[in-house]
C-alpha cells in the first residue's frame, strides 16, 4: 500500500494517506503513530473496497505499507488533522483506467456514508468530534461542504438546498463523476489541486464522518 505522509509545520499532526485508496487517511502525532492508525482502519476500509468490487486487490496490498513520498504541509494540516498540500506523486496523469478506478470507490464511498446514515442511532453518544452534533446535522454538514468547499474547484456548484434532496444528491454526485472526468480528458486541475488529490479529499471527508457516526452510535 503506498502511502504519502504530510508533515503539519508545527509539527502537531501527521497525516498518512494510501493514494490509491481514496478515503483512507489517518493522522498521528509521529509518523511511525501516523502509519499505525492508518493500518487500524484497513478493516475498516475493506466494506468500501468490497462495494467497489475491489477487495481482493485491497487485501493483497493492505499488508503492507511503503511510504512513497513525505510531503511539507500547512498549519491547516496541523490544525484538522486533513491532507491540505497535494503530492508530487498526485501531480503525474492518471491513465484513464486508473482515473474510473479511483471514482468508482469514490462513488463507494458515497454509498457506505449512505447506509451508515441508515443504520446508525438517531441519538448518538455524545463526542468532542464535530462539536457534539446530532446525525442530522452530520449529514446536512457532509452533503453541504462537498459543492461548497470541494467540487467548486471543478465548476460542481450543486446549491445547498437542491443537494440535501434525494434527487439533488444524486444529481450532484453524477455532475461530480463527469466533471472530473471531463477535466481528465482535457488535462486540466481542479484549480491548484491535481485531480486524484481532488478524489482523495472527497472521499476522506465522507468517509471519515461515517466512521465517526459509527464510533458515537450508542447501539454499536
Not at 494517506?17 to 484497513?42: C, F, N, Q
Not at 511510504?67 to 496541523?78: F, I, K, L, Q, W
Amino acid at each position: 500500500m503506498r502511502v504519502i505522509l504530510e508533515i503539519g509545520r508545527a509539527p502537531r499532526r501527521i497525516v498518512a494517506g494510501a493514494m490509491d485508496w481514496p478515503g483512507l487517511d489517518r493522522w498521528g502525532k509521529s509518523e511511525p503513530a501516523a502509519v499505525a492508525v492508518l493500518r487500524t482502519y484497513v478493516d475498516r476500509y475493506a466494506p468500501v473496497a468490497r462495494r467497489a468490487g475491489l477487495d481482493a486487490g485491497f487485501a493483497k496490498e493492505a499488508g503492507t505499507v511503503e511510504v512513497v513520498e513525505r510531503v511539507a504541509g500547512s498549519t491547516s494540516t496541523d490544525f484538522w488533522g486533513v491532507a491540505h498540500v497535494p503530492s508530487q506523486i498526485e501531480h503525474e496523469p492518471l491513465s484513464t483506467d486508473e482515473l474510473e478506478r479511483r471514482l468508482v470507490l469514490l462513488a463507494a464511498c458515497w454509498a457506505y456514508f449512505d447506509d451508515t446514515v441508515e443504520r446508525v442511532s438517531g441519538e448518538l453518544r455524545p463526542g468532542a468530534r464535530s462539536a457534539g452534533r446530532t446525525r442530522e446535522q452530520i449529514v446536512r454538514h457532509v452533503y453541504a461542504t462537498e459543492p461548497e468547499q470541494l467540487t467548486r474547484k471543478i465548476e460542481v456548484r450543486t446549491p445547498r438546498e437542491a443537494v440535501l434532496t434525494p434527487d439533488g444528491l444524486d444529481l450532484h454526485r453524477r455532475r461530480t463523476l463527469d466533471a472530473i472526468r471531463e477535466y481528465h480528458r482535457e488535462g486540466r486541475q481542479a484549480r491548484a489541486w491535481p485531480l486524484p488529490f481532488l478524489i482523495r479529499r472527497i472521499a476522506h471527508h465522507v468517509v471519515d464522518h461515517a466512521w465517526e457516526l459509527e464510533d458515537r452510535d450508542p447501539t454499536q
